[in-house]
């Protein structure tokens, strides 16, 4: 038992690192959307950085006066994305080998002063059900509510 919840917190825990690691370690907030739905997983990251919410494209825009830019290369949001996916696809596999419902959403706040980690699961089929919208559109329905609410 205790072995499934330490792996998923690892994987989760793996998420946050490279979304840290990619604003090197300067941010206040992290938030990670993953979808995995019908064998189709999907991601997306962003921030809240001097108050200010951020799509990790646009993290620059929340640096104060001369402070020191982020490298936000497309290339190195790839490389984020693909990890965070890569963990999702290690949970749908520790899910399946422990016998766990498999989330088909997770979303991840992490706190960087406390260093703690709010999750919430989705169970239900989310994208999947819906005719027009796609996983970036839910991602960014999620962003716009952090950010109005400022959560």
Known sequence: MKEFEDEFSQLQGDMISI???YVENRAD??????SCEEGMVS????????NKYVKAHKVNDALENG???Y?????????????I??????????CEE???????EMKLIYEVKSSKIQARYQYDLVHSNDDVKI?????YEWFEEMKSNNL
């Open 135 to 139: 996983p970036d559109d839910f991602a």
């Open 29 to 34: 907030k992290v938030y990670v959307y993953a």
């Open 71 to 83: 490298n936000v290369s497309p290339k190195r949001q790839m490389m984020v994305l693909d990890i």
């Open 85 to 94: 996916n890569e963990d999702v696809r290690k949970i749908e596999a520790l």
């Open 98 to 104: 422990y016998e766990r419902d498999m989330p088909t």
């Open 67 to 69: 402070g020191e830019r």
């Open 19 to 21: 979304c840290m690691e």
């Open 43 to 50: 991601s997306k990251f962003f921030y809240c950085i001097n």
